[in-house]
């Protein structure tokens, strides 16, 4: 639906900007966010939020990719950077999560390593080979990640944020 409320300027740089790629995903960073729908001139749509925490007010915003796959996510992060300049990127949702120790509902993954996948291919025998090329994250992704689990352990425990989550503890690990 349609915002009654006014869109937020999206001239500065937002704070934070969420890529989902299944609509569920979407609508659950909405309401859990609180976010309104906004339309750009061009036919875009995009979610849109504050978020106030002790220490300041964030600026969110919100889409979704037009289908799976990496060139549908990569032209979703440049419509956002295009649009809002977030200052950090989020990928919410299940992203192919292939780790059945860590990907679990509610756990948070971090990420030094990006392995760029298309399809992959299962042969007749079953066997799955996926195909990819890897980049490695900038330096400073890296270092910030790394000393972060030096400081708070692995895996990395958090309790939820939200009052109705306050109880539940999540657990976060790096992936490389």
Do not use: C
């Not at 639906?1 to 790629?21: F, H, K, Q």
């Not at 609180?34 to 061009?42: A, I, N």
């Not at 990420?111 to 080979?129: A, H, L, M």
């Amino acid at each position: 639906m349609p915002s009654a409320e006014p869109a937020i300027e999206a001239n500065d740089a937002w704070d934070l900007g969420i890529v989902t790629i299944l609509s569920e995903e979407l609508r659950s960073v909405i309401d859990q966010l609180k976010l309104q729908r906004h339309k750009t001139p061009s036919g875009l749509y995009f979610y849109q939020g504050e978020h106030t925490a002790p220490e300041a007010t964030l600026r969110i915003v919100a889409t979704q990719t037009q289908s799976q796959g990496q060139r549908s996510t990569m032209a979703a992060l440049e419509n956002l950077r295009r649009h809002y300049k977030p200052r950090l990127w989020a990928l919410v949702g299940i992203a192919g999560g292939i780790h059945d120790d860590h990907a679990r509902i509610g756990n948070v993954i971090v990420s030094t390593d990006i392995v760029y996948y298309e399809n992959r291919k299962i042969n007749p025998r079953g066997d799955t080979r996926r195909r990819g090329e890897h980049r490695q994250a900038p330096a400073q992704v890296v270092h910030a990640v790394n000393a972060y689990f030096t400081d708070h352990g692995t895996p990395a425990r958090i309790n939820g944020q939200m009052t109705a989550h306050a109880d539940d503890q999540y657990e976060i690990y790096p992936e490389s």
